[in-house]
């Protein structure tokens, strides 16, 4: 199997990348800095910017499935390099997406019009993030793309455990963390056996 990785050099992107190089599959990484990675048999790294389609298109190429751990970063990177993507892979018929975004971005409990970043439940005063996160759940949401969103909350780092909550479009019940292993873990596997195709997952312990 083929898959592509957006956001390699990051925490949940970097623990993708070394699973589906440990199961064997091959995997093509656009990144900025290559000596961030490590040299694999399996691993194709392409050095460059995810806002600049022919790369993007280059790296999906021949892709069975697409994640994407692209951060936000205060920059509107993430938002400038999803359209790209998503024309990449609908010009390569590459059906399968698994994105990071943030339990912002999924549905209020006590308004479900509102994003959780739009009402009280977020308490943070910042939404730039959210908002970068909302734009990209529009946007795959318009495709007949069989995207999924991993919507986390607070993310501190930590190995995987292989146990935690979802709930589809919302943040499980008094959900308040999930490590980054966890993150991942749960991101391959849905990567590789969707579940939640079309929607946004809610994760947390």
């Not at 199961?23 to 694999?40: E, F, I, N």
């Not at 399996?42 to 993007?56: A, C, K, M, P, W």
Request: aromatic residues 8%; hydrophobic residues 40%; contains cysteine.
């Amino acid at each position: 199997m083929n898959i592509t990785i957006f956001g390699a050099t990051g925490r949940v992107g970097n623990d993708v990348l070394k699973r589906a190089l440990k199961d064997g599959l091959h995997v093509t990484a656009l990144v900025r800095t290559p000596s961030k990675l490590t040299p694999h048999e399996n691993l194709t790294i392409l050095e460059g910017d995810i806002r600049d389609f022919s790369l993007v298109n280059k790296a999906i190429e021949g892709a069975d499935a697409v994640f994407s751990a692209i951060g936000t970063d205060k920059t509107t990177t993430l938002t400038e390099a999803i359209p790209l993507i998503i024309e990449a892979m609908s010009k390569g018929e590459v059906k399968r997406i698994v994105t990071i975004g943030t339990a912002g971005i999924l549905q209020s409990r006590t308004n479900s019009e509102l994003y959780r970043f739009q009402s009280t439940e977020s308490k943070r005063r910042l939404t730039f993030a959210a908002e970068e996160h909302a734009k990209v759940f529009e946007l795959l949401a318009a495709t007949n793309l069989e995207w999924t969103i991993v919507c986390p909350t607070y993310l501190p780092d930590g190995d995987a455990t292989g146990e935690w909550r979802t709930e589809r479009n919302f943040l499980p019940q008094d959900g308040a963390e999930i490590s980054v292993g966890d993150t991942a873990f749960f991101a391959y596997k849905e990567l590789l056996n969707p579940q939640f195709v079309a929607s946004r997952v809610g994760i947390a312990y």
